[in-house]
């Protein structure tokens, strides 16, 4: 039976995960695989620091040459998290020729071109399926399966913390604020929690996703980004009368040529597939040109999810004789600052004669034509009322110029939501 | 840049998209690859056939050592269909050493151990991905993705044809043979419709299926059957009344050591991912013990998302220097004939003092418990009304020898159909 030695590079949680489920797998991995592996060094930052851990005392150490420069360690999975030290650990061990695995998204998008370059020059594996969506095998499908087809576009809620909050101002009507607090009560939402409601988290993930579907580096800087954090009920509500739900969706598309990468607050209509994806639940939707539509759910994040796809790398990792790369070339060039898509377009606005035909006509003057239309609530007092649209499909420059165009006095408290997959 | 030679066997609507695929996105492969395909010759019944079909007259032939026995061959491509001639056509090309790609369920599920075997002794690659659920790489999932876990259920909506005819059932609230008929005239349903609706094209399916998921050879004989032709209208109502969705499910579960493997009608609740897959989609949804739910939904069948799974396993092929094969240890000897799940129970039964309670009694006799119960549209005339019963989790052979002592005078035409997904 074949033996590989493996190195840790972290040894919180997730480390632990990938620890225990070894034990409790590797019986039945070694009689499938006719491999078994040992975790021989982990690293951790600090020695004296108590740990829930069930890695043993003895192979931890705090001296990173320890699992880099140890030439029995083939394998290094690396769950330190965060884009440095992580990265540079990386680009060493696969400098020595050992192979990466990792779940380490930020390292990864931040330094892509260092990573895979270090990976081809030694000849070294690198997987990163843990990286994207926890347990989802989407690195797998964009990386293989999905090969035969030109990817058209990748949708995605790829952010459980995000997808919970507005799950729950879904179904509950709740404010944003409100379950922000109850999310961070529950350990679903970070103390600080911009990483995940601003869209950070997402962008770093889209970047790699959609450097593997287009075969070209998409920078993570490049990724338009737009949170939830001025994400109302009102919105939320009004949707629903329309039959969409809102989900912060992370969007790749290749249109004309032109890459758009964007990760913003969208409507997709109920009988959407990405609709029914609630709670903490991730999915990743794809359109290729010869499977058509396709989606992969599960769960995006947590201990044991994570530790499956990193055990699953591993296996890989040992089977693989020649580590075969995804081809990623170069730079991506064309990466589109304006795109299509229907639009949501709420507005308070004085219920006056000639208000309506003053908002369509500025729309309809920038090309933007309405698909449906609505009004709400209208206040006795104040004169005013919400009005409601859909658009169809439109430019988005043209959209936030026409409203940018409109009389602040006549309309206000304007809320734009673009709206995906519907046809 | 390396080229390989390809074999096809057959060439019909699923050939042509191959070979229609290769020819669009062979540049693009070979860039990302390194490695070329062309398609030496194809395998079909008649010469004189016309045929709308891409692959040029020259390289058809109608003897099968044209492409078995031609050492230049590397792969070869099998979409004949059909166990046999097919079966023995893939063992020689295995025998000689070539790697097959193949999208034939019913060769792989009657001949699993022979295929296996000569894949295994002669060191020749064997790929199956389009054999399942057309372009849904669930194939690779399961022998890839998700090795780390031990897999405790997958339950499928692997056939479009019964999904596309209980859809239209459940959104029309039409009858199966009126719907059916529809299906047929639109080709969505074969003039013999009886491997579809009887169940046996998801058998074969979830035959392969269960064999990858338990590590064992799950025969396609020990998978219990039941098709959905007996449906009515009906059930399909009142289970929308209890917030569920009609479903050929194809199921596979390993409890207390023990294999179930079984395709029948089942309800899942309305908010089961498994609920929204409509039409001709495709779905297949896994638990694991450490990814936890997950769900693979896309296109299983048509010519283009077939060959999408084809020329990805062929990419695969092409990158593979050692064949690895799924390990897949003898014969599975714990096939469970009995199991536990909820029943939705409907029966026509007479509206007199004591029925409910013997129908009640002679249940909980059995140790089957009720969880709700309704009554609908009494009959004033007749005396008779619809009972309709959900259980709590209750095992299957308990809930039909309940049903089977109850009095065949008081009830009658009683419909049994298990709900899934339901916690």
């Known amino acids: 039976m074949e033996k590989i030695a493996i190195g840790f590079l972290g040894c919180g949680n997730i480390g632990s995960g990938v620890y225990r489920l070894l034990g409790e797998r590797g019986g ?17 930052r600090s020695l004296a620091k108590k740990r ?25 999975m690396e769950f330190m998290g965060g884009a440095e030290p ?31 370059s270090a990976a081809e020059r030694y000849g070294a594996g690198l997987y990163f399926e843990a990286s994207v969506c926890g347990a989802i095998p989407i690195i797998r499908a964009m990386s293989d399966s999905l090969q035969a087809n030109r990817i058209e576009s990748v949708m995605g809620i790829i952010n459980g913390t995000t997808n919970y909050i507005l799950s729950r101002m879904s179904s509950e009507g709740a404010a944003y604020a409100d379950v922000l607090a109850d999310a961070q009560r529950l350990g679903l939402a970070e103390p600080d929690p911009t990483a995940d409601v601003e869209g950070f988290d997402a962008a770093y993930k889209l970047s790699i996703l959609a450097s593997l579907a287009f075969h070209r580096h998409v920078p993570v800087e490049s990724v338009y980004r737009e949170g939830i954090t001025a994400v109302t009920p009102l919105d939320v509500q009004c949707g629903r009368e329309f039959g969409l739900t809102l989900k912060l969706l992370a969007i ?11 990760v913003h607050p969208t409507f997709v209509p109920d009988a959407h597939p990405l609709a029914s994806v609630s709670d903490a639940f991730n999915a990743v939707y794809v359109d290729g040109s010869a499977c058509g539509e396709m989606m992969f759910y599960g769960r995006g994040a947590g201990d044991m999810p994570t530790a499956s796809a990193l055990v699953s790398d591993l296996i890989k990792a040992g089977r693989a004789k020649r580590h075969a790369l995804p081809a990623v070339f170069g730079e991506a060039e064309e990466i589109a600052d304006d795109w299509n898509s229907v639009y949501f377009i709420r507005m308070l606005a004085a219920d006056e004669l000639g208000v309506l035909s003053m908002v369509s006509g500025k729309l309809a003057e920038h ?57």
């Not at 851990?53 to 083939?74: A, F, K, N, S, Y």
């Not at 061990?93 to 895979?116: C, E, F, H, Y």
């Not at 790749?252 to 964007?262: C, L």
């Open 28 to 44: 039945e991995i070694a009689r499938n695989e006719g491999v078994s592996f040992t975790v021989k060094r982990a690293l951790v």
């Open 252 to 262: 790749a598309k290749q249109e004309n040529g032109r890459i758009q990468v964007r």
């Open 52 to 76: 829930a851990c069930d890695v043993p005392q003895e192979i931890l150490t705090d001296r990173p040459e320890d699992v880099l420069d140890d030439p029995q360690i083939g394998i290094v």
């Open 86 to 116: 992580a990265a540079s650990y990386i680009i060493r061990a696969l400098s020595a020729g050992k192979t990466v695995v990792t779940a380490n998204k930020m390292a990864l998008a931040t330094r892509w071109n260092d990573i895979i």
């Open 367 to 423: 090309g933007v034509s309405i698909a449906s239309m609505m009004q709400k609530g209208r206040d006795p007092h104040s004169g005013y009322a919400q009005l409601v649209f859909l658009t169809h499909r439109a430019g988005e420059r043209a959209v936030r110029t026409a409203l940018s165009e409109m009389d602040g006095k006549t309309v206000s408290q304007v809320s734009v939501i673009r709206v995906e997959g519907q046809s």
